[in-house]
């Protein structure tokens, strides 16, 4: 009998981002719930949540692998970091930024790439990259993302991942709970480093399902309720003055390779 081939979702967002849920509940939902073998909390232009669920995951003994990741924004779209330790510098070219990424030993995968719009890599800067060196090329591509980015261009990413044979991955971009999971990477192996064997050696695949309109109209609102509690909590926390802020969604204490969070 064939043994199953790991699962690994690489874009999920908490509450420190834009995300609905915090590393907790992502971390509590993917053990209880989930046939995922590696995820990676990815939140925008931050990496604490990420560390925070590394550790709570380590701690509590739980199956799930936790990599750290960041969805950089770029001049030329959000490129997902994946194996960091540091943030990575935001708002400059694509190029420069993935040799950021490599430069702290991690892999750099452009997020639903192709659309034609600006948080997006399009085509033709991602064709001169794959001319570069080494240092400046990404390592994979998102052939797949659920939502409205990553959908009216599915077909074209997989054949352009084909043509320029291009690790292919499949993500969820999770910013509510139930959307973990909805897109998968599988690969050999069922460890982060077995998946990151697998990115480089160009042997993983993408699955999942497209999300539908309404279910990301719910995700919408839910985060409008989130930056009114968040607004409200940094506010209250000013006027008191007692130190206190917004819920990051993690305890005190996690959140930086020191252990001081970010609060």
């Known amino acids: 009998m064939t043994e199953r081939l790991g699962r690994a979702d690489l874009h999920i967002h908490t509450l420190a981002s834009d995300g609905t849920a915090g590393a907790i509940e992502i971390l509590e939902h993917v053990e209880a719930n989930l046939d995922l073998d590696v995820i990676a909390i990815t939140d925008h232009e931050r990496i604490d949540a990420a560390l ?6 380590r701690e509590r003994g739980y199956h799930v692998d ?5 969805e950089v924004t770029t001049l030329g779209g959000h490129l997902i970091a ?5 943030t990575v510098k935001p708002l400059r ?4 930024t993935i040799a950021a990424v490599h430069d702290q030993g991690g892999l750099a995968i452009p997020a639903h790439p ?12 991602l064709r001169r990259l794959l001319e570069d060196q080494p240092r400046y090329r990404p390592d994979g591509i998102e052939a797949f993302n659920p939502t409205t980015l990553g959908r009216p261009m599915h077909a074209q990413v997989v054949r352009f991942a084909e043509e320029h044979e291009l690790a292919k991955v499949g993500n969820s971009d999770a910013h509510a709970l139930d959307a973990v999971g909805s ?4 690969f050999p192996g069922r460890s982060a480093d077995d998946l990151r064997a697998a990115i480089l050696a160009r ?9 539908g309109t309404t279910a990301q109209l719910g995700t919408f609102q839910q985060q409008l309720r989130k930056y009114g509690r968040d607004a409200r ?12 802020r917004r819920d990051l969604g993690y305890p005190a204490g996690y959140g930086s390779v020191g252990g001081i969070g970010d609060r």
Request: proline share 4%.
């Open 52 to 57: 925070a669920a590394r550790a709570i995951a």
């Open 66 to 70: 936790v990599v750290i990741g960041e």
């Open 82 to 86: 994946l194996w960091i330790e540091e």
């Open 93 to 96: 070219s694509l190029r420069s």
């Open 114 to 125: 192709l659309v034609p719009y600006p948080l997006c890599a399009q085509g033709f800067v």
């Open 183 to 186: 897109g998968h990477t599988s």
């Open 203 to 211: 042997t993983t695949h993408h699955h999942g399902t497209f999300h």
């Open 233 to 244: 909590a940094n506010l209250g926390g000013r006027i008191r003055r007692d130190g206190s």
